[in-house]
């Protein structure tokens, strides 16, 4: 069983930045970042690969938001610049194991899940 640490999230205004961490405490073939916001369905964000470093984004966040990953730490970070207010959510970072594969489009591939970290963007 692989843990996730999500941390970074908190309170920014319109045009800020923020950088999500997501410790794992074991292997992971790829890792992603959902966002859910209040009645709204969960939302892929990024995505990130293990081996090769391949990364895929949600149209929303794309050229603003990037992922990358320090794989000696088992870490993945979510740099998120120009935020904006409907960039509200939390954020869940998630991970398939050895083996697996994942997609923005869908969230059930995922075998572990962190609680989630709230980012809220306002003025």
């Known amino acids: 069983q692989v843990q996730l640490a999500e941390s970074g999230g908190g309170s920014v205004q319109p045009g800020g930045s923020l950088t999500l961490s997501c410790a794992a405490s074991g292997y992971t073939a790829c890792m992603g970042w959902f966002r859910q916001a209040p009645g709204k369905e969960r939302e892929g964000v990024a995505l990130i690969y293990a081996s090769g470093g391949s990364t895929d984004y949600g149209d929303s966040v794309k050229g603003r938001f990037f992922v990358s990953q320090d794989n000696a730490k088992k870490t993945m970070f979510l740099h998120m610049n120009d935020l904006k207010p409907e960039d509200s959510a939390v954020y869940y970072c998630?991970?398939?194991?050895?083996?697996?594969?994942?997609?923005?489009?869908?969230?059930?591939?995922?075998?572990?899940w962190g609680q989630g970290t709230q980012v809220t963007v306002s003025s």
């Open positions: 998630a991970a398939a194991g050895s083996g697996g594969v994942c997609f923005l489009v869908s969230s059930g591939g995922y075998d572990y």
